[in-house]
C-alpha cells in the first residue's frame, strides 16, 4: 500500500503547506473510488472528496492527527465517514451498510453478487505477438473486470471490496471504519470473492488470478 512519507506531514504541519499537494497526489484516484461507491454520483463524490481533503489538511496543520493509526486508514475514514454525511444531505435518509435488502420472490443467496454483471472479454487484445506483452493485457483485463464487477454490486458489497480491493485496507480496518463486526467484513469479501472467482475461472488460468484476487 502507498504510504505517503511521515517526514512529509511533519514537514507540512510546520508550516510546507504546499507539500500537501504529494498527499492528494497520492491518494486522490483510490479516495475518489470510494467516495462514488457510497454516493453513486461522480459530482458528488467529487465535492465530497475536496472537503475530505480539506478535513484532512486541517488535521494535519493543526496536530489533531496522531500517527498511531496508518495514515492511509486515517484518511480514508474521513472519506467514508464525509461521504456519508453527503449521502444524508444529498438524500435525506442514512446510508446502510450493514443489510442486504431483498425484495423479489424468486431471489435465491448470492443473486445479488451477479445478477447485474456480465464481464464483457475483449479477446481482440490477445493478438499481441510476445508473452510478456499478452500477459500486461491479460492483467489489465482482470482488472478491468474486476473494477467493474464491484461496481455492479449492491453498496452493502462494493464499499467494503472497494475498501479491501482498491484502498488495501485489511479486515480489521474495514470492520473498524465501518463499525460492522469483523465477521461480516469476511463474511461479506468471501462472497463476493467467490463469485467473482467464478466469473473470472471461466476466461483466465487459476494461477493468474491468484495475485488480483488476494486468495
Known amino acids: 500500500m502507498t504510504e505517503v512519507n511521515p517526514e512529509i506531514l511533519e ?15 497520492t491518494y486522490k484516484d483510490r479516495a475518489y473510488s470510494l467516495a462514488v461507491k457510497i454516493l453513486k454520483n461522480r459530482e458528488e463524490a467529487e465535492d465530497a472528496l475536496q ?10 496543520t493543526s496536530g489533531n492527527y496522531e500517527s498511531r493509526a496508518k495514515f492511509s486508514t486515517y484518511f480514508y475514514t474521513i472519506v467514508y465517514n464525509t461521504a456519508v454525511d453527503y449521502y444524508r444531505k444529498y438524500y435525506s435518509r ?12 424468486n431471489y435465491s443467496d448470492g443473486d445479488e453478487l451477479t445478477r447485474n454483471f456480465e464481464p464483457m472479454i475483449d479477446r481482440t487484445a490477445y493478438d499481441a505477438d510476445s508473452l510478456s506483452a499478452e500477459r500486461t493485457l491479460e492483467a489489465a483485463e482482470i482488472q478491468r473486470i474486476i473494477r467493474g464487477y ?6 452493502q ?12 485496507l485489511s479486515h480489521d480496518e474495514i470492520s473498524g471504519i465501518l463499525k460492522l463486526p469483523l465477521g461480516t467484513v469476511k463474511n ?10 467464478e466469473i473470472l475461472f471461466r ?8 495475485e488480483y484476487l488476494k486468495v
Open 11 to 25: 514537514r507540512i504541519k510546520k508550516g510546507e503547506t504546499d507539500l500537501f499537494r504529494e498527499v492528494v497526489d
Open 188 to 197: 461479506r469479501i468471501f462472497r463476493a470473492k467467490e463469485k467473482l472467482k
Open 157 to 168: 458489497y462494493s464499499v467494503i471490496l472497494n475498501m479491501f480491493f482498491v484502498n488495501e
Open 94 to 105: 442514512v446510508f446502510n451498510v450493514s443489510s442486504i435488502e431483498v425484495h423479489e420472490a
Open 203 to 210: 476466461e483466465f488460468r487459476k494461477e493468474e488470478l491468484m
Open 150 to 155: 464491484i461496481n455492479s454490486i449492491p453498496q
Open 51 to 60: 472537503e475530505s481533503f480539506l478535513r484532512l489538511f486541517r488535521a494535519v
